[in-house]
């Protein structure tokens, strides 16, 4: 193979800077999403070592306040939402849909220098003594009562609300305009129906938090007051605003992990996906049913209880979906060859943490139940088994498997395969306690909290100290795996999908001649380049 | 097939307008569903404040800004034809009344600070009532960010201009760049069209 | 930290059975729908492992039917708990008539509660066990809201509307009461608790606590020394509509429309005297946002819901006044 690879053309700091290149451009984000979550990540670990004990000893009570306010604002929107769209979505798409690049490369750049300035503004805040309104900016606080740095925490997610923008944008013309021949709707990876599903959600919803932000910071600045009460405004529509992007962004956050998961275990199983109509229709099913259940985050906040009733039937619907992903993949796994790599076991993790997340969401959209557990340490179980568990998880193991083709370099499998059970392992201790705790009625943002929790709160504190070092570990044995891997072969895995047809890493105009499809996705059993020690591990 | 590659671009590129109007309506349409409560939770006041705009002048601006929208469509016919001349001034003209409808916005801008209308230059108490206090921040925020859009605009119209009088935009293979700015422009008109009888009409 | 915090748990009212048992039922249902996923993804990892002999022919790869019926299935089962759950969250929203009629005020980071008898508290409240309580919230300041886990109840208190919480308390006891609204720096010490008491109890302490005559009696008291009689009045020289016998009842307004005359049309007659102009008068009354805090504006409603069935004073002069 005589073409230069991506990595290997060009080696100045100005090659990089200036790359229209899809897959530069993930790496790009691969290194600075990388830095935000562990930026978030101390943030949380700060959190996890003050709750150790009851009393206040870490923090004061606006220190613990700002921690848990920056810990929500990086990790969801400067690491959950670009993570796996901006990483793997941008290496992946033109790669799975048989294209040089994204549709509109030059933009593609821009929006990841627009989502540096995002998260420059937010180590603004950090540096400038931070924010203490939590990740919900809720008026009255965030607009008249806070004292932090409102403006330049609303102006940083309002900037990189635009990235988001963009690269949904660019998604969505990708997919409709640049699929090789043959690459017909029917036969899109269902990595790609995910990330355009979530794509649509970009777009869509992204905007109406900006214009909710821009409100927020006309509030504080010239007192604008439609979320102000004194002046006859209505806090309530802020939340109606917020949610109304918010609870679509659960889904920017989570269908990329599903469709993740679903390459994952047809490659881990050699075997089609069973039912792929149903498992791609459901990424557009989250999709548009996810834009009509926000209200459920207001059970409790005083809207009408028929507009309630409506919520938590929607809420229900939204549930069927993602249901209906899980069994199929259990269904794709029945009479297939499965191999316990790193990739399959984030993968069964995630199924498993991703089920007890939406079950408990299941339980969360009752409505007599959530009015007690509402804004309990129920509530943060379970979006953290979404999120942490599930979306997480999925991104490491979209890491591990898509590593040996992003740097043509294998990695060493027992320890992904170490580092997979023990994130499972600290996971679980970590967020499982908490449903407990939030039955028993310990209330979220709390800084101090009644002696007979603690037992629950150290047991999630030891849990976090394990989920901590279980993620620190993945980066040493890849990062080692970049000089002493061994030099990965084109498909390392036996897995379809055009990806696994170019070179590892991938030259840098991907296709030396645009592919040409003639048959339906996932046509197993495909011979692995390289039975390696999957055999016999 | 020689002439396929540009036709595809220019579809391409419209797509991603469109995709990007998309979103600038969703940005408005948070804007119209706050006037909506606004309007829901106190209607007396929000009609009584809405009487109290200069509808004439925002009834000028519908006009001036449908007909750059006309002057638009223009010079995208003629980029198509591939006249420069014909597309240069239809351009120039679009942004001019464009201009001319932040001037008149600025007038009017300038007599509601007179009348003490305009929050941010008008002491709270100068409002006739809470509500309609309310209603002119949403108006000053809707306004505001329209003529945003509308500067935009006009410097995108003009920077057009520019390059298609200086060949640097070759036509007719560069139509699809004086579509894609068309198209944003009507976007900004159509906002306005939804944002006077929503601000000014309300009565 | 306050010390008050640490009466947590239990079950403090009939609701909160309810509530375990709802919750109880669902975990179940949890369990049985994931409990396939739960055992056969191990299963099958071990049993088609990869290079290890097994049947593996016939495997579909698709079933119209079978994926029909596991998205039906788990939705219909999930429909009857909608049901049960809907009905518990409606009656929160169906207090009795006959409810001992409580008073919130929530600022930042104390609770302050007002008794009809005009006793106040802060930070506690006092309530007979067995007997329907409403309490009506309201928010100085932003957001709080009222949860008292031992009764499996909260609800948010927005600044700028009354919000409303009921619950009948059966077991007497200390229960945690705290604030479960993010709402500020000292968030996590906003509390205190909730003291069910025998009835027999709840009287002795309602009498053993000070106050300055009833709730409504305190509001008769603001109602004078605020300047609100002066126009409001029997000897009124000003044209202002009497309070007489207006709470509950319809009140026709300048734009037309008729709305009931309830506690958060006082409230926001008081406070945002503009917003709903009774139909023939002038809208001249002042604000009086920044001279009444919420508490009081509670004592001033209760006045006015006292004079309810009061007959309409004689006027010093006819003012041609609506009837």
Redesign the interface.
Known sequence: MTEVSYLEHGHSLKSWLLTTDHKRIAILYFLSITFFFFVGGAAAALIRIDLLTPEADLMSNEGYNRAFTLHGVIMVWFFLIPSIPNTFGNFLVPLMIGARDLAFPRLNLLSWYIYMLGGLFTLAVLVLGGVDTGWTFYTPLSSMFANGNVILAATAIFVVGFSSILTGLNFIVTVHRLRCPGMTWGRLPLFVWSIYATSLILVLATPVLSITLVLIAAERLFGVGVFNPALGGDPLLYQHLFWFYSHPAVYIMVLPALGVISELVTAAARKPVFGYRFVAGSSIAIAIIGFLVWGHHMFVAGQSMYASAVFSFLSLAVAVPSGIKVYNWTATLYKGHIALDPPFLFAMSFIGLFVVGGMTGLILAMLAVDVHVHDTYFVIAHFHYIMVGGTVSAYFGALHYWWPKMMGRWLPLVWGRLSAIFIFLGFNLTFFPQFILGYLGMPRRYHVYPAEFQTLHVLSSAGASVLGLAYLLPFTYLLYSLRHGEKAPPNPWGATGLEWTVPSPPPQHNFHELPTVDGPPYQYPVEPDAERETAHG | MADAAPSRQRDTTLMGMYLFLASEIMLFGGLFAVALALRLLHPQEVAAASRRLHYGIGAANTVVLLTSSLAVALAVAAAEMGKVKGTVVSLLAAAGLGLGFLALKAVEYGMEIREQLLPAFTPAEAFESPPAHLFMDLYLVATALHAVHVTVGVVLLAGLAWRVHRRSLALPRGAAGVEVVGLYWHLVDVIWVFLYPILYLVR | ??RL??F??GQASHHAH??DT??LG??A??VL??A???I???W??VK????KP???????????W??VS??AI??LA??A??V???R???D??QPPAEALAINAVGK?WMWKFQHPGGQAEINELHVPAGRPVEVTLASQ???H?L?V??L?????V????Y?RLWFTADTPGSY?L????????????MGGRLVVQTPADYARWLEGMGTDGSLAAQGAVLFRTRGCSGCHGSAGTVHAPPLEGLYGRPVP???G?VVTADDQYLRDSI??P????AAGYPAIMP?F?NVLGEEDVLKLVAYIKSLANAPPPPRDRDDGGPP
């Open positions: 930290m306050n915090l640490t947590w748990g309810q509530v709802l919750f669902l975990a249902l949890a729908l994931s396939p996923v739960f056969l993804i191990p099958f990892a088609y492992r990869r290079g097994a049947d593996r022919t016939h495997a579909a790869d698709r079933s119209v079978l994926e596991w998205a788990p939705f999930t429909l708990f909608y049960w759950s809907t518990l969250y409606i929160l929203y930042q300041d932003v957001i809201s949860f886990p031992a499996r109840l909260k609800q948010d927005v600044p700028g509307r919000t945690a705290v604030c479960a609204q993010f709402c500020g720096a000292d968030h996590a010490v307004l300048a734009d429309s406070l945002l503009q917003a709903q102009v604000t946002q």
